[in-house]
């Protein structure tokens, strides 16, 4: 029986029959694709870039006028212009150091990112203890909670 070779990165090889040459396409004539490339003569499929009847340009319906050009188009979507907010949660307030709650608190206590939007205060949880709130949006739930528990909030 012969000793096989162990396999390593210098006699690594495709399996015999996988690996197909690349057609090289207008090198001339003797390479059998030379001139039109495979492509024929004229027409669509001949063309860069379109790939003819159902392929290539998307929405193209063969020189008919494309159903996105021909229904009207109304109404105002205000997704561009929306305010997102980052959510803070009440509980969350836990584990926020010392009484006052800020942007800056916020940030060190890893519950909001820097330039990722202002902070909404949400009435998610219960209020532990009495927390001054200072230039945070908070829901009207969550103004209630916290000036229940001793709380202000400062805008």
Do not use: C, W
């Not at 090889?13 to 001339?28: I, N, T």
């Not at 945070?136 to 916290?146: D, N, T």
């Amino acid at each position: 029986m012969a000793t096989q070779e162990k396999i390593g990165l210098h006699n690594l090889k495709p399996a015999p029959g996988s690996h197909r040459d690349r057609k090289r396409l207008g090198r001339g004539p003797g390479s059998g694709t030379g001139k039109t490339s495979g492509k024929g003569h004229k027409g669509s499929m001949a063309r860069a870039g379109h790939g003819g009847p159902g392929g290539g340009k998307p929405g193209f319906e063969g020189g008919q006028m494309p159903l996105s050009r021909r229904i009207p188009k109304r109404g105002f979507n205000n997704a561009r212009f929306r305010t997102s907010y980052q959510i803070v949660g009440l509980d969350d307030l836990a584990r926020v150091e010392g009484q006052d709650v800020t942007v800056e608190t916020l940030m060190k206590a890893g519950l909001v990112k820097a330039r990722s939007g202002p902070v909404k205060l949400l009435a998610n949880g219960a209020v532990t203890s009495a927390y001054t709130i200072r230039g945070l949006k908070v829901s009207g739930a969550a103004r209630e909670q916290i000036v229940a528990a001793g709380g202000r909030i400062e805008e």
